[in-house]
């Protein structure tokens, strides 16, 4: 009988002592399932990459490649956004395509490499770059610059170039690309397009009309990054340099935080500029 009471006292203090457990087991349980529930349904605006003012498009966490990406062999669908990239080193090049390959191989990059040209305390700098882009359905550009953004931590790259075109923006967008080729030229004066481009991006950056050019040598083309009042300036000053402004393809961008930043200090403001 003592030996029966004694199991019995033993079976209840371990209910006692298991409820605690058992409860918290349950919680953690339901917040999984709950966490599963919102990722699944959810609208998420894209964390990694803040826009200048107010990011419209919705972006999930959701991507299927077999749906989204078969339709996408020839051309990317008109809502799909282009991510651009500028890295300065073959490592840096192979952690962002490898980044991208892991959210999925159906995922196209362009690889170019370009002279950077960028204003250093009043000096030009010239360097080696290579332009990464990408086009990616809406769903998948959070989880796409996500893994930018890692690859950049695993590179210990400060401040890089990561820009997203094709998104939504409430009012004037604060920062633009601008791409512009031979063809922009209304007279060339019997030089080479590639010299032409070539002086048109020190003067651009030199007068911080634009924070940096980047220079396709061999197509030739000149890629710049510039704010909107940068985008005044240079459409009034472009046309005393030959240029056929109608010949420019203006890109609203949003983009990494801090390199935006870099990229509003190192553009005057128009009301500063003669």
């Known amino acids: ?3 029966a009471m004694s199991n019995a006292a033993k079976w209840r203090q371990r209910r006692w002592t298991d409820a605690p457990r058992t409860f918290v087991v349950a919680c953690c349980g339901l917040s999984c399932a709950v966490v599963a529930v919102i990722l699944r349904n959810a609208n998420i605006t894209t964390a990694w990459l803040p826009p200048s003012r107010c990011l419209l498009r919705q972006a999930s966490l959701r991507a299927r490649p077999d749906e989204v990406y078969a339709e996408a062999m020839n051309e990317p669908p008109p809502d799909w956004l282009r991510l651009v990239i500028a890295v300065d080193s073959d490592a840096a090049v192979k952690e962002v395509t490898r980044a991208i390959a892991d959210v999925s191989e159906s995922l ?5 490499e370009v002279l950077s040209l960028k204003n250093q305390h009043g000096s030009l700098d010239k360097s080696k770059e290579w332009i990464l882009s990408v086009w990616c359905p809406p769903k998948a550009m959070t989880i796409t610059a996500s893994m930018i953004g890692e690859a950049f931590c695993r590179c210990a790259l400060e401040a890089p170039m ?4 094709g998104l939504e923006f409430s009012g004037e967008p604060e ?3 601008a791409e512009l080729d031979a063809t922009a030229f209304a007279r060339t004066d019997g030089k080479q397009p590639l010299i032409l481009l070539t002086d048109l991006g020190h003067e651009m950056v030199l007068q911080r009309l634009a924070a940096c050019a980047h220079l396709d040598e061999k197509t030739p083309s000149l890629l710049l990054i510039t704010t909107a009042s940068g985008r005044r300036r240079l459409e009034r000053w472009l046309p005393l340099q030959g240029i056929d402004v109608s010949e420019v393809r203006w890109a609203p961008v949003g ?3 801090h390199f935006l930043s870099w990229v509003a200090s190192q553009t005057v403001l128009d009301s ?3």
Do not use: D, I, M
């Open 1 to 3: 009988e003592s030996l």
């Open 108 to 112: 196209t990059v362009k690889q170019t």
């Open 162 to 165: 990561l820009l997203a075109e």
């Open 175 to 177: 920062f633009l690309s």
């Open 255 to 257: 983009g990494e935080g």
């Open 272 to 274: 500063k500029v003669g």
